[in-house]
């Protein structure tokens, strides 16, 4: 049961976290593009229907990255689940390398529901009202992102390499 709990978590992990990750990560570049493409107050970019047809396909590029993001997050509930589960079947819920792993999830989920998700919002209402989008909202954008990615590396390398363990993997 806990090779069988084990591999749902690692699936869940790869199919969940990994997009979330990557379309996080290419999120704030897009929106930069749209904002060149479409100046403030314009319908299209600044070469014709061409460049309108290549700022509305930036433009749904952003659309279908923060879908993403808000879709594979919420499916992304099963990897704690059922981390928790096979911690508990492995009994090493009180191990140091766990609780380490398991506040960092908790700060990687609050960083993704606090400030990565609501601010690509935010740009996504912005490029949409024609607003005009400041580098610097991107940038953070993407620090808060690059952070989330980083915690959840570290929680990766935790899980495989677990210091202190005393399984023997």
């Given amino acids: 049961m806990t090779k069988f709990l084990l591999s749902l978590h690692v699936l869940a992990a790869i199919l969940a976290i990994g997009p979330v990750t990557v379309a996080a990560s290419m999120f704030p570049q897009a929106v930069r593009r749209v ?3 479409v100046p403030v107050g314009t319908a299209g970019g600044g070469d014709g229907a061409a460049g309108a047809g290549a700022a509305q396909d930036d433009m749904s590029t952003v659309r279908l990255l923060h879908r993403i993001c808000r ?9 704690p689940v059922l981390g ?14 766990l609780i380490a792993s398991i506040t960092l999830t908790a700060a990687a989920a609050g960083i993704l529901l606090a400030f990565v998700l609501p601010r690509q919002e935010e ?3 912005d490029l949409t009202g024609r607003q005009p989008v400041e580098r610097a909202r991107t940038a953070r954008l993407a620090m808060f992102t690059g952070l989330f990615n980083l915690l959840w590396a570290t929680v990766t390398v935790l899980m495989i390499v677990r210091p202190g363990s005393t399984t023997g993997a």
């Fill in 35 to 37: 904002a060149v493409a």
């Fill in 123 to 125: 740009l996504l209402e």
């Fill in 84 to 97: 928790f589960a096979t911690a508990a079947a492995m009994g090493v819920l009180g191990d140091a390398w």
């Fill in 71 to 79: 879709v594979y997050s919420g499916l992304g509930v099963a990897v």
